[in-house]
């Protein structure tokens, strides 16, 4: 059977980060070190039907708001850090109202988590409440859990470096997670297992999409009405080929609405991103790339509907993939090394703002 946690035993509450970093030689949970298998195979996807956890939710939260559950506000758009709570204790109903919650704002920091220390089949269980979970064609997983995707670097190892190249001035890249899929991912987590010290870099940033639509004059808002545009896999395939890595599953191409509605809150959103967006369907070339390039920009130039996610021991981020977009910032010294872990669940067929 396969581990549950990392070999080294999990720090007392006695010990700093960088005492820590002194014994540590490798990662501190090995058992997460991503896995390339390059026979490793995944079937076509298929339509599955999606109720978002977030419709059964009480408005009030009661099981996830308690009195002990502290909360704070980052910016008034999007981001709340939450304290005194822990995930992997949360009932259904609990389950249900974070849908809710990550739905309103978009992305949610819990601190203190015990999350990386439970057992694999219990980190997978929480995240199915939310959706299958998907499983990704080209990046590290974990050997015998296709379900995990494996964020790593270190001195040796800088895939993300690798994918946007070295030629470039602003190592930013937005993007929302996998949007080429069919049914594209809702509530989404990723938890930290080594990062740098604080204030060393290697954060998150987030951006609304939601506030990104309403910030747009009603009439252009009306002509990017009916508009879709094709998000594609192919690059990201090609990139692992290439470099020898495996394609689990031949690369998709998926047409998907410019606006989306949210199917919990109604609110839209723009739904294309840097990463992934290839062309608006029933353009012209140019015309295509003139408009996707303004609201490229317009996107990364909303420093004011940003905001920083950090990291901390126990850090799980909960975000909705949905009506948001992230990117990776590489400000971090190459000797460091920053492990992650995203669980992806999927929702539904994006819904045409």
Known sequence: ??????????????????????????????FYYPHFDVNEKFPPTEIFEFTDPGTRADPAKPHLLTPNTITRDISPYLGTEVRGVQISQLSSAGLDELALLAA????L???DQDFKDLKPERQIEIARHFG??????TSGNVAGFPEFHVVYRDAENDRFREYIGEDRANKTSWHSDVSYEKQTPGTTFFFILDQPEAGSGGDTLFLSQTEAYKRLSPTFQKRLEGLRAVHSAVPQAEHSRNR???????????EHPVVRVHPVTGEKALYVNQGFTKRIVGFKTEESEYLLRFLFDHIAKGADFHIRGTYEPGTVVVWDNRVTAHSATGDFDKAVRRHAVRLTPQAEVPIPG
């Open 1 to 30: 059977m396969a581990p549950s946690v990392a070999d080294y035993e999990a720090p007392t509450r006695n010990e700093t980060i960088k005492e820590l970093k002194k014994e540590i030689k490798g990662p501190s949970y090995p």
């Open 104 to 107: 309103q704002r978009k992305v």
């Open 109 to 111: 920091l819990f601190r």
């Open 132 to 137: 299958p979970i998907q499983r990704h064609p």
């Open 244 to 254: 020898g890595g495996p394609v689990r599953r031949e690369p998709v191409e998926t």
